[in-house]
Nanobody, 118 residues
Framework: QVQLVESGGGLVQPGGSLRLSCAAS????????MSWYRQAPGKERELVASITPTGGNTNYADSVKDRFTISRDDVKNAVYLQMNSLKPEDTAVYYC???????????WGQGTQVTVSS
């Protein structure tokens, strides 16, 4: 059974930091590209950051470059999103995604709420 379980969300003041974690199980994690998406109220889901199966390449939305860092641990089957210098506009539900085009597999977690407010 495939599972992606996000954790680490919460309420933080502007300028603060959070580290999101996504624990994966039920599939060969090391063969999947991993991404973080977010969806704010009334807005479409958007890609925040992604990392290739080998971890050699990462990609970020312009709005989070130099503030967020995605990383993965293929031993723990986990992907992380370190978020620094948080802004109110970062408020959203953050989702973990696993993707493998060859397998035609696309998995999602249930999301974790991040609220940036004073």
């Amino acid at each position: 059974q495939v599972q992606l379980v996000e954790s680490g969300g919460g309420l933080v003041q502007p300028g603060g930091s959070l580290r999101l974690s996504c624990a994966a199980s039920g599939f060969t994690f090391s063969r999947y590209g991993m991404s973080w998406y977010r969806q704010a109220p009334g807005k479409e889901r958007e890609l925040v950051a992604s990392i290739t199966p080998t971890g050699g390449n990462t990609n970020y939305a312009d709005s989070v470059k130099d503030r967020f860092t995605i990383s993965r641990d293929d031993v723990k089957n986990a992907v992380y999103l370190q978020m620094n210098s948080l802004k109110p506009e970062d408020t959203a539900v953050y989702y973990c995604n696993a993707l493998n085009f060859i397998y035609g597999a696309d998995y999602w977690g249930q999301g974790t709420q991040v609220t940036v407010s004073s």
